[in-house]
Antibody, heavy 118, light 108 residues
Framework: EVQMVASGGGLVQPGESLRLSCIASGFTVNINYMHWVRQAPGKGLEWVSVLYSGGGTYYADSVKGRFTISRDDSKNTLYLQMSSLRAEDTAIYYC????????????WGQGTMVTVSS | SYVMTQPPSVSMAPGKAASITCEGHNIGGKSVHWYQQKPGQAPVLVMYRDNDRPSGIPERFSGSNSGNTATLTISRVEAGDEADYYCQVWDSSSDHVVFGGGTKLTVL
């Protein structure tokens, strides 16, 4: 079965760091591209970052310089290292990719909640 | 950065057709994808590359894209279609994924 399971969320204070993980099964994380997308409580979807199979990365302006996307092919896992966290980073974080649909994001993790609060 | 505008809400009676628009400058020149998100769930891809349906998505869902407007149409709306819908493109000028603000579809 093709799926992704995200983990690592939690409650942290402003300025602290957190690392999210997304374990893939049924496909390899080094295919095409892997994304992180977040959703603040009651708000819409916001793209965060992408990691291409060749290693190229891009970030939303709101997280550039603070977040780092990476993967471990041996563990078939995608990561999002988040530092200097702010209250506005509070959101559900989803990992997502395309497996069967050629384009778009047709496989999503269940999401992991990150709360940044003092 | 590229901006896409969706109506905050659309309402339709069961059995009727509902259209959700996504407006953006020359969006017809981009490839638009659509997602359905129900409360407490991750988004689900319901349309990719303007008008292609992923496996398992009913034929009642269709898409179009021209000029400055992309449209997701759900014919014969059902209660189970009630959800938030988001359009999405890849903005090549910034190498960013961009989502529309989302539209809440209410089935009356």
């Amino acid at each position: 079965e093709v799926q992704m399971v995200a983990s690592g969320g939690g409650l942290v204070q402003p300025g602290e760091s957190l690392r999210l993980s997304c374990i893939a099964s049924g496909f390899t994380v080094n295919i095409n591209y892997m994304h992180w997308v977040r959703q603040a409580p009651g708000k819409g979807l916001e793209w965060v970052s992408v990691l291409y199979s060749g290693g190229g990365t891009y970030y939303a302006d709101s997280v550039k310089g603070r977040f780092t996307i990476s993967r471990d092919d041996s563990k078939n896992t995608l990561y999002l290292q988040m530092s200097s966290l702010r209250a506005e980073d509070t959101a559900i974080y989803y990992c997502a990719t395309v497996v069967a649909a050629i384009d778009g994001l047709d496989v999503w993790g269940q999401g992991t909640m990150v709360t940044v609060s003092s | 950065s590229y901006v896409m505008t969706q109506p905050p809400s659309v309402s339709m009676a069961p059995g009727k057709a509902a259209s959700i628009t996504c407006e953006g400058h020359n969006i017809g020149g981009k490839s638009v994808h659509w997602y359905q998100q129900k409360p407490g769930q991750a988004p689900v891809l319901v349309m990719y590359r303007d008008n292609d349906r992923p496996s398992g998505i009913p034929e009642r869902f269709s898409g179009s894209n021209s000029g400055n407007t992309a449209t997701l149409t759900i014919s014969r709306v059902e209660a189970g279609d009630e959800a938030d819908y988001y359009c999405q493109v890849w903005d090549s000028s910034s190498d960013h994924v961009v989502f529309g603000g989302g539209t809440k579809l209410t089935v009356l």
